[in-house]
């Protein structure tokens, strides 16, 4: 490895601890800004789906951690990268990232402005990420009980969303394109909370209502749904309950399924309280009444 690569792994490997200072799960990138280690299950005729079950590194963004060991132990994996990935979506902040493509002939800063004189909204002072294209991304935080998915150019041509599931390129990352860095006087910012008008503009429409089939609890579809729940690791509780119960009410089986979503997450360590808050709050989500 060239003494250049060398350095952009220790700087890297810098910024990706630092981040994690902050509360930040990070995972290595290498310079095309994918996630620096291959699956372990790549070889496997039939490989099942696995986020880290199999205990070994390579699940891309499920790899990411705050643990300091941990980090260098990935960075150790990957001594080819060159960069880092901040995991979106996780608690404490919640990452939600804001990415004003300049790829597209669209201007995504002023679709963002007219985006917000036509919601109300302002953008408050927060964590800006210069990319090596002229673009931008833009850090917010969610609420814990709220799963913001990906997309692109669904809010407007040229921006992206990275939610739950997604990742950003953190600054101090080197790519084959360039290196991305923190904006000016936005550094020492913590990701600022997301405007609710733009919230509501980021999760996906509510499905039409259909009436709840008297089996709705002994449904398969509601069965998985509580097993997804059951299936939630710490950190991962409230935001599989906030989905499930989203799903459910999307699905016209919400109000038949609480007590079965309440007891799953009671399995997985919340209270009923906690659980019933959550569940109250995908049902306002969704348009209907907890």
């Keep these: 490895m060239a003494t250049t690569d060398r350095q952009a792994t220790t700087l890297a490997l810098a910024h990706a601890l630092s981040a994690a200072e902050r509360g930040l799960a990070v995972i290595?990138?290498?310079?095309?800004?994918?996630?620096?280690?291959?699956?372990?299950?790549?070889?496997?005729?039939?490989?099942?789906?696995?986020?880290?079950?199999?205990?070994?590194p390579g699940h891309g963004v499920y790899d990411a951690s705050t643990d300091p060991a941990r980090i260098r132990e990935l960075f150790a994996a990957a001594p080819w990268a060159t960069g880092y990935g901040i995991a979106c979506g996780l608690p404490p902040h919640h990452l939600i990232g804001v990415d004003l493509d300049t790829k597209?002939?669209?201007?995504?800063?002023?679709?963002?402005?007219?985006?917000?004189?036509?919601?109300?909204?302002?953008?408050?002072?927060?964590?800006?990420?210069?990319t090596p294209s002229g673009g931008r991304h833009l850090w917010l935080s969610g609420p814990p009980d709220v799963v913001v998915p990906n997309s692109a150019g669904r809010l407007a041509p040229g921006i992206d969303i990275?939610?739950?599931?997604?990742?950003?390129?953190?600054p101090g990352s080197r790519t084959r394109h360039g290196a991305y860095a923190a904006a000016p006087g936005t550094a020492h910012l913590a990701?600022?909370?997301?405007?609710?008008?733009?919230?509501?503009l980021l999760l996906p429409p509510p499905r039409p209502h259909r009436?709840?089939?008297?089996h709705a609890t002994t449904d398969a579809h509601g069965r998985g749904l509580v097993?997804?729940?059951?299936?939630a690791h710490e950190g991962q509780r409230n935001t599989r309950l906030f989905w499930a119960a989203c799903r459910a009410y999307e699905d016209g089986i919400g109000a038949a399924l609480v007590d079965?979503?309440?007891?799953?997450?009671?399995?997985?360590?919340?209270?009923?309280?906690?659980?019933?808050?959550?569940?109250?709050?995908?049902?306002?989500?969704?348009?209907?009444?907890?």
Aim: proline share 12%; glycine share 6%.
């Design 104 to 130: 597209s002939e669209t201007d995504s800063s002023a679709a963002l402005r007219e985006l917000a004189l036509r919601h109300l909204f302002t953008i408050p002072p927060t964590v800006v990420v210069l």
């Design 191 to 200: 990701p600022a909370a997301c405007p609710p008008s733009l919230l509501r």
């Design 28 to 56: 290595p990138l290498s310079r095309t800004k994918l996630p620096a280690l291959r699956s372990p299950h790549r070889d496997d005729p039939a490989p099942a789906p696995c986020h880290g079950e199999c205990d070994r």
């Design 227 to 231: 097993q997804f729940v059951l299936a």
């Design 260 to 290: 079965a979503l309440v007891e799953a997450a009671l399995d997985t360590g919340l209270t009923e309280r906690e659980a019933r808050a959550t569940i109250a709050s995908a049902a306002r989500m969704t348009g209907h009444r907890p």
């Design 162 to 170: 990275r939610g739950a599931g997604g990742y950003l390129v953190g």
């Design 211 to 214: 009436p709840a089939p008297a």
